[in-house]
């Protein structure tokens, strides 16, 4: 039987990444209308849009995925960019939640915003023993603030607010454009154009022996109707696999998964980065819930989406 815990939920940044992955699990999981928006529906920038969205769309749940999300190239191009938007949109839009006597207010942020020097696996204490990665600090400090916010309003006002933190997310749905995209997606796209153009080999950066914990994005979506029931504190919760995937390992998954037959051939002049960084995941254990996708098998969905949607230019490249 779905849940009447709500009768309306809006959505922002709905038909986004996360938000294709998480409209079908809020219609399986609650008898409440579901009302999906987006910036062509409300400029989330402009002085009183977020008023405006609450007051009309009159929810008493709100899950907040509007957002300028992007790769290590763009953010460093666009520190204030990235920075500005999602400080003002996160900022009116929880505001505008508080004022208007919604129930409960869910948002998300990235695990890019532990300490550069965080340890791993990076609990969820270690987000105030320093400064993110300052390649992209713009985005990581502005989501961070949805911290400092959900405290701040919970402490003064009593009011229900919940901030998660994902992994790194991959899946269908994802920004494949060269400068705007992270990590999986730009490989996907890198060893697809290059199978088909027939090239012999792709050129990977760094060694690759940095490793990372990569989380399906159709897992995380799934975590988030029983965060939006029953979780009412604002201490966040890492959602991610916990898993430890190399580099070297994920490219050659990703050629499996592209069909890829040429080489990958390692430019050891260029940087690792981060040499290890994953997600202590014993808080979301703890409460019953896991991301369990195994790598290969979301990076096979990946590839086989974005093919089909290239196919269609239904992809943003």
Known sequence: MKSTTFKRILVTGAHGFVGHHLLPH????FAAEIVPVSRADYDLLQPGAADRMIREV???AVIHLAAKSGGIVDNKKRPADYYYENMAMNTQVFHAAFTAGVAKFLTLMGGCSYPAKATSPIGEDQMWNGFPQIESAGYSAAKKMNLVQSWA???????????LIPGNLYGEWDNFNHEQSHVIPALIRKYIEARDAGQPEVIALGTG????????????????????????QSEPVNISSGTRTSIRELAESIKEATGYQGDIVWD????????????????????????DTPLRE???????WFEEARKNRTVRL
């Open 26 to 29: 809020l219609h399986a999981t």
């Open 58 to 60: 009159q929810p008493d």
């Open 153 to 163: 309003y919970r402490v003064q006002h009593g009011f229900n607010s919940v901030v």
């Open 209 to 232: 022996k940095p490793t990372r914990d990569f989380v399906y994005a159709g897992d995380v979506a799934a975590t988030l109707p029983w965060f939006l029931e029953h979780y009412n």
């Open 268 to 291: 050891t002049s260029k940087p690792d980065g981060q040499m290890d960084k994953i997600f202590d995941v014993t808080r979301l254990h703890a409460i019953g819930l896991r991301c």
């Open 298 to 304: 979301g990076l096979r969905r990946t590839a086989l």
